[in-house]
C-alpha cells in the first residue's frame, strides 16, 4: 500500500480487501445466485444505463458520467444526503471519491431495478471505499 499514492487510488471505483476464504467454507453448499442469474441482472442494468443515456453524446454507462451527468442522474433522498456527508466528513474522502460513491450507488441502484439511488445503495457504495477507510482516513 506504501507505493500507492492517495490521489491514484482515489481514482480507483471500487476497492475492497478480500480475505482468504476458509476451507470449510470452500466446501460447504452455495446459497449463492447462479452465474446466469447475475448475468441477466447485469444486463437488465446495462439496459437501464443505455437507455438513460441516449440521449448523451459518448456515454452509455455510469462510469462514464461528468459531473454535471452525476447532479442530473444521481439525485438522492434528505437521508442519503446525510449519509453521504457523514460518511466524506468522517473518512476525510474527496471530491473525485464523493463522485464516484455516487456514479457506483447508480449502478447498484440498476442491478436492483430501482429508479432512484435509496441510502442502502449509497452504504454499500461507502462500504467499497475501504482502503479509503484503512489507509487515508
Known amino acids: 500500500m506504501s507505493k500507492i499514492s492517495g490521489p491514484l487510488l482515489d481514482r480507483i471505483d471500487i476497492h475492497i480487501e478480500v480475505p482468504a476464504v476458509k476451507y470449510k467454507e470452500l466446501r460447504a453448499p452455495s446459497s449463492a445466485e447462479d452465474s446466469a442469474t447475475v448475468g441477466q441482472r447485469v444486463l437488465q442494468a446495462r439496459g437501464r444505463q443505455m437507455a438513460r443515456y441516449a440521449a448523451e453524446k459518448k456515454t452509455y454507462a455510469n462510469a462514464q458520467m461528468s459531473p454535471k451527468m452525476i447532479r442530473k442522474f444521481c439525485t438522492i433522498t434528505a437521508e442519503g444526503e446525510k449519509l453521504l456527508e457523514n460518511a466524506i466528513t468522517r473518512l476525510g474522502l474527496s471530491a473525485r471519491a464523493h463522485d464516484r460513491i455516487l456514479k457506483v450507488a447508480r449502478t447498484i441502484a440498476d442491478l436492483d431495478a430501482a429508479e432512484s439511488i435509496e441510502p442502502r445503495h449509497l452504504s454499500e457504495a461507502i462500504q ?9 482516513a
Open 128 to 136: 467499497y471505499r475501504t482502503l479509503d477507510r484503512t489507509y487515508w
